[in-house]
């Protein structure tokens, strides 16, 4: 990649269990590093960002304690129960299926404490630039509690969109997309090969401040 002067600071929301590959790939090219997780399993994440800031917290646009669906898969737990008559349509329920099928079952209900992002950013002193999220289904809760900073710091989106209620009660891509078109992003690449249910996706914001960020972006994602 050669000589990089500009570095990011990112947000990373469902740090827990395992970090995403391309960050642990790149994460010289990251200045400041803040991540949430509901579960308390952050090791890969403060190993691959030892300097960062932490919180063992979920976050949602609805400050206060909420339900937290925890599942046998700990990737699939969510603050929003499983709609287990669409995740049977999704894997068909034979032997040779039983640990996918499972492995949304959920095996305890715990309290969390939600957070606002706005509510974090505002006693922080960075500019953030990016935000990863990963939430099993509350994406969009997520960038809503973003308030202001979304289209006023954030120049760089990757979030994970459903297209079917595999969750009860989230909100589908089409609800997303909605909301980071009205912020002046647009979709600038596909992730993942989406699936009748579910894809990632990377939306980029244009502002002509962070023109050298958004360039930085565009390299890690080899656009």
Not at 135 to 147: R, V
């Amino acid at each position: 990649m050669g000589i990089v002067k500009e570095k990011l600071n990112i947000i990373d929301v469902g740090c827990g269990q395992s970090l995403d590959k391309i960050w642990i790939k790149n994460n010289k090219l990251v200045n400041f590093y803040i991540g949430f997780d509901a579960d308390d399993n952050v090791k890969e994440a403060k190993k691959t960002f030892p300097n960062g800031v932490i919180y063992n917290n979920a976050v949602f646009d609805e400050e206060g304690i909420h339900n937290f669906y925890v599942c046998n898969r700990p990737q699939c737990s969510s603050l929003f129960p499983p709609n287990m008559e669409e995740v049977r349509k999704y894997v068909r329920k034979d032997k040779n299926n039983y640990e996918k099928y499972h492995r949304v079952d959920v095996k305890k209900i715990k309290k969390v404490k939600c957070i606002r992002l706005d509510t974090i950013l505002s006693n922080l002193e960075v500019n953030f630039d990016f935000i990863k999220i990963d939430s099993q289904g509350a994406d969009y809760n997520i960038l809503k509690s973003l308030g202001k900073y979304l289209e006023t710091q954030l120049v760089g989106v990757q979030t994970e969109v459903y297209f079917r209620s595999m969750y009860e009660g989230i909100h589908l891509y089409k609800d997303t997309k909605k909301l980071l078109i009205s912020k002046g992003f647009k979709l600038v690449k596909k992730l993942t090969v989406p699936s009748k249910w579910h894809g990632e996706y990377l939306y980029i914001r244009e502002d002509i401040s962070k023109k050298d960020k958004i360039k930085l972006i565009k390299r890690i994602y080899k656009i």
